[in-house]
């Protein structure tokens, strides 16, 4: 059985795609975007961030603790 999706940068909007043969295929493919792009998770959940994105991300939690320094 073939997956498909789009990992999509909820920031810059970057996608990519994710396919292959369930389930080696289609998480080796997962890798390769997480090393070329640097998508992670976004912190909260909501979404995936790619790597440009991630060394620029201002969240919440890093606001708070910039306000206490």
């Known amino acids: 059985m073939e997956g498909r999706t789009q ?4 920031d810059c909007g970057r996608t990519r795609e994710v396919s292959g043969e369930m389930p080696r295929d289609y998480t080796d493919c997962f890798r390769q975007i997480v090393d ?5 998770p976004r912190p909260g959940g909501a979404g995936f961030l790619c ?3 991630l060394a620029t991300y201002e969240g919440s939690e890093t ?7």
Do not use: P, S, Y
Request: net charge negative; aromatic share 6%.
């Open 7 to 10: 990992v999509i940068c909820a």
């Open 36 to 40: 070329e792009d640097g998508f992670v």
């Open 51 to 53: 790597g440009a994105c």
């Open 63 to 69: 606001r708070d603790d910039a306000e206490k320094l």
